[in-house]
Every structure is written in C-alpha cells, then in structure tokens.
C-alpha cells in the first residue's frame, strides 16, 4: 500500500498522463481538484488505486498546473481532516473540551507531534484518534508527569493551561530557550505589574489573523488571541507542542525576565526592564541593519 497521497510516490505528472493528454492539461487539473474538494477520502482513494495499477507514462506538464493541483489535494484533505476534528466525538479523551464540540479549536494542543504512517483506506477520523491516542500516553496518562501537573495545578493551572503555555513556549522558542521563555510567560501572569497581565505574543497574533500580522494588528485585531489586548492565556493552545516545550511550561526557569527579542544571531536575548528591552531592541535593529 502507499500512503495516502504522498507526492513523494504518486508525482502530479502521473496524474495527468493518466487523466489526459497534452492538449487538455489544464481540463485534467480542474476536474482532479474539483473531485477531491467534492468528494475528499473517497476521491483520493480512487486515485491512489488508479495510480496503483496503472501504467503511466512520462507527460511535461506546466508549473502552475501541478501547483494548482496540489494546492486542491491540499484543500480537500485539510476540510476532510477539519470536519472531523470539529465535529467527531473522540469519548476516550478526558482532555478534550466536550463544551467546544463543533470547533476545529478543540483539538488544538493534543495532536503529539511525531512520525506517523497513514495508509490508503485510513480515514480523517482514525489519523486524529492516532495522533490522539499517542499524546494521551506519552502526555496525558504519562505517570512521570502526572506529579508535575498536579503541583502545576496546585499552582492555578489545569491540564489545559499547561498544554496552552506550552503551545506558546513551542512558537516563541529558538530551540534553546524554552524554559526561559516559560518563566517570561509566568512572571507576566503571576506578577503583572511590570506588563500589566499582557503577555504580548506574537504567535498568538499570527494564530488569530492566520497570515503575517502588521503593525495595524496589535491595536485594531479584535480577538480573545491578541495578547496585547486581552490579559492572561488565549482560549486555547495554538500549537501542537512537543514534549521538550511541555517539560518547559511544567518546570520553567527561575529568572525575573519580563522581556525577550530575537538578536541577529538568530537567539533571543532576555531583560527584566522594559528599558533594558528597549535597549536590546535597538541593538538587535543596529546589528541586523533594519
């Protein structure tokens, strides 16, 4: 079997030697993507059979007509996978907020980053429940972390906060500052008097737009994920987090950092004061010649 759709294996250039011939390229391209957008699993399974059996053979086929193709793939499998993380009751896990049945959000922060293999036949549902189910054990009934949680919780902070925090350490991290940033995250929500309870992520920002932000978007984006509006975490996670960015968010660093910017070097360089950040933002500016 291969798996479901990997261009690695099916290329875009078999698809259209066996959809059409030179002439009609772009009528192959508009009918494959308007089947999968319509038709999702069961469309891409068809194909992946097709492909199996076929003899193919070699066609030049435009740039913008495999982009265009790939793009449909991409779009029908993502509805797919979106309609049954909204909508599907996963009833094996407890983590999983039954109050936001109906909303993609639900799932946000529990689908365990790792390396799965989904084969032909293998439904939206069933990948979900995989990925799931593998941070249910690594995570959720992870004895070793089970006493971390509960003095996190000792703390003021449930399963859920956890996993947002740690979502947010997960997109704000250079790969070697994970717990520090935890403790910029604490500091600001258990004493705000330096930032006033904002945490001020950009990550956040990105995740509520769902493009590049701009300037504009700080003051004018209306969203409980703008943290330079709304104090405290976000509704959700944002991300799907890794175990090194939970460990963090469970034992953050003890520091008094409020502050952090990205040096030119490409590693982010903590402060305590908001001068001592304005600082640091100018030199980063200076070094990177903005």
Same mark, same amino acid.
């Given at each position: 079997?291969?798996?479901?759709?990997?261009?690695?294996?099916?290329?875009?250039? /078999?698809?259209?030697?066996?959809?059409?011939?030179?002439?009609?390229?772009?009528?192959?391209?508009?009918?494959?993507?308007?089947?999968? !957008?319509?038709?999702?699993?069961?469309?891409?399974?068809?194909?992946?059979?097709?492909?199996?059996?076929?003899?193919?053979?070699?066609? /030049?086929?435009?740039?913008?007509?495999?982009?265009?193709?790939?793009?449909?793939?991409?779009?029908?499998?993502?509805?797919?996978? $979106? &309609?049954?993380?909204?909508?599907? &009751?996963?009833?094996?896990?407890?983590?999983?907020?039954?109050?936001?049945?109906?909303?993609?959000? !639900?799932?946000? %922060?529990?689908?365990?980053?790792?390396?799965?293999?989904?084969?032909?036949?293998?439904?939206?549902?069933?990948?979900?429940?995989?990925?799931?189910?593998?941070?249910?054990? !690594?995570?959720?009934?992870?004895?070793?972390?089970?006493?971390?949680? $509960?003095?996190?919780? @000792?703390?003021?902070?449930?399963?859920?906060?956890?996993?947002?925090? @740690?979502?947010?350490? $997960?997109?704000?991290?250079?790969?070697?500052?994970?717990? #520090?940033?935890?403790?910029?995250?604490?500091?600001?929500?258990?004493? *705000? =008097?330096?930032?006033?309870?904002?945490?001020?992520?950009?990550?956040?920002?990105?995740?509520?737009? %769902? !493009?590049?932000?701009?300037?504009?978007?700080?003051?004018?984006?209306? +969203?409980?994920?703008?943290?330079?509006?709304?104090? =405290?975490? *976000? *509704?959700?996670?944002?991300?799907?987090?890794?175990?090194?960015?939970?460990?963090?968010?469970?034992?953050?660093? $003890?520091?008094?950092?409020?502050?952090?910017?990205?040096?030119?070097? %490409? #590693?982010?360089?903590?402060?305590?004061?908001? +001068?001592?950040?304005?600082?640091?933002?100018?030199?980063? +500016? @200076?070094?990177?010649?903005?």
């Amino acid at each position: 079997m291969i798996p479901i759709y990997d261009f690695d294996q099916v290329s875009p250039e /078999e698809i259209f030697s066996r959809e059409t011939d030179r002439a009609d390229v772009s009528g192959a391209v508009a009918a494959i993507i308007a089947d999968v !957008r319509q038709n999702g699993d069961s469309a891409l399974l068809r194909y992946a059979r097709d492909f199996d059996h076929a003899e193919l053979t070699a066609v /030049e086929v435009p740039r913008e007509a495999m982009e265009a193709a790939a793009r449909g793939l991409d779009s029908g499998l993502r509805a797919v996978l $979106e &309609e049954a993380a909204a909508n599907y &009751e996963f009833v094996d896990y407890a983590f999983l907020d039954s109050d936001l049945l109906g909303d993609v959000r !639900r799932v946000e %922060g529990y689908l365990y980053p790792d390396t799965y293999q989904f084969y032909v036949g293998r439904s939206a549902v069933a990948a979900l429940d995989s990925m799931l189910s593998n941070f249910n054990s !690594r995570v959720y009934s992870n004895g070793e972390l089970t006493p971390l949680f $509960e003095e996190a919780a @000792a703390r003021g902070y449930d399963f859920s906060d956890i996993i947002t925090i @740690a979502s947010l350490i $997960e997109e704000e991290t250079d790969g070697t500052d994970r717990d #520090k940033i935890a403790s910029v995250i604490y500091n600001r929500l258990e004493r *705000p =008097g330096e930032t006033g309870g904002l945490l001020q992520i950009d990550a956040a920002l990105v995740y509520a737009a %769902g !493009r590049a932000i701009t300037q504009e978007d700080y003051t004018t984006l209306d +969203s409980p994920y703008n943290l330079y509006q709304h104090t =405290g975490l *976000p *509704p959700t996670a944002i991300s799907n987090p890794g175990m090194s960015s939970i460990t963090a968010a469970l034992q953050p660093a $003890e520091t008094d950092y409020y502050y952090y910017v990205l040096g030119a070097d %490409g #590693k982010h360089v903590f402060s305590e004061t908001l +001068s001592e950040h304005q600082q640091n933002v100018a030199a980063a +500016s @200076a070094a990177s010649g903005d």
